[in-house]
């Protein structure tokens, strides 16, 4: 029974998947890795039945703050990418100015954070905001900035004022860049929180890993990566499939 072209698609990630942890398996075998250098993908699952208590609790944790600064991400980068991309000279006088604040290691900030608001659930919260809303800001005011002058000016003669043109036409027209810079921005604000909790936090799977590491139980610290994994994956499918439901009109030449 030959699998249809959409069949293949669903399964060829969970085949990848199947085959990485494969060769992850037999490649520490065949070499005889110790386990506190670098486990196996079998001593990594028993961890993560053997620490399920403890890594559900801290996985918890990093994704409630997870989903709160990247809330607040969202919130920010779609009223400032609104702002931006509603004015051409904004766009150009703001954008430099947004690259060179993303340039800067958001790590850098994590100690600030600290003496701001102290160890906990705060800084993390931050140090995602901090890092996922920059993605959203550019990709909705690229959407605006760009677009089409012919279109704008038909609406115009039409009687439509900027704001008509800017909230009936260009934010549907931003959507796919919206929808694109979520799925970007989730993955960068487990990368924020886990960052922050490393340095700056009694709980969540940042601080799990920390600690496993430093009595060197290095399946626990892999079994959190694949929790982290895990958890941003999902969440990035979610989005996708929302931006189909959504923005299915941008992508019907694909189909």
Known sequence: MQLSEKSRQRIAPWAAVAIL????????????VPEFIFPGAWATAQALVTYAGPIGMHSWQTFWTTMVGFGIGVAVGLLLGFIIGSSKFLYHACYPLLVGFNAIPKVAFVPILVVWFGIGSVPAILTAFLICFFPIVVNVATGLATLEPEMEDVLRVLGAKRLDVLLKVGLPRSLPYFFASLKVAITLAFVGTVVSETVASNQGIGYLMMSAGSQMRMALVFAGLIVISAMAMVMYELFAVLEKRMTGWAHRGQR
Do not use: A, G, P, S
């Not at 942890?21 to 005889?32: A, H, S």
């Open 21 to 32: 942890v494969v060769i992850w398996e037999v490649t520490v075998r065949l070499l005889d």
